[in-house]
């Protein structure tokens, strides 16, 4: 079993940043790509950024490229969304997952998710 859990989340103001830390602990060579997840409520969930953790290949959402970065620690087993340049519309829950390498399809793994929210 894989155990994930996110951390960072917060309040803060339009045009701040935060980052999102994704802590995997447990069987963690089941997952090759981690993938960053938002859903904002009302609203459907989306896949915002992934990462391959062996080569460290990523990609990023247009909604969010320029704005956002993925990265990883390899020896903390920890992967990281930085938010910057945040905007209202960036308010939501946000998720990491293992998912299926070069899609946003789940492979079965989450963590409970840290909560977002931009003020103007």
């Known amino acids: 079993q894989v155990r994930l859990v996110e951390s960072g989340g917060g309040s803060v103001q339009a045009g701040g940043s935060l980052r999102l830390s994704c802590a995997a602990s447990?069987?963690?060579?089941?997952?090759?790509?981690i993938g960053w997840f938002r859903q904002a409520p009302g609203k459907e969930r989306e896949g915002v950024a992934r990462?391959?953790?062996?080569?460290?290949?990523?990609f990023v959402d247009d909604s969010v490229k320029g704005r956002f970065t993925i990265s990883q620690d390899k020896s903390r087993n920890t992967v990281y969304l930085q938010m910057n340049s945040l905007k209202v519309e960036d308010t939501a829950m946000y998720y990491c997952?293992?998912?299926?390498?070069?899609?946003?399809?789940?492979?079965?793994?989450w963590g409970q998710g840290t909560q977002v929210t931009v003020s103007s």
């Open positions: 997952a293992g998912v299926v390498c070069g899609t946003w399809r789940p492979a079965g793994y």
């Open positions: 447990g069987a963690t060579y089941l997952i090759t790509c």
């Open positions: 990462i391959y953790t062996g080569a460290g290949s990523t």
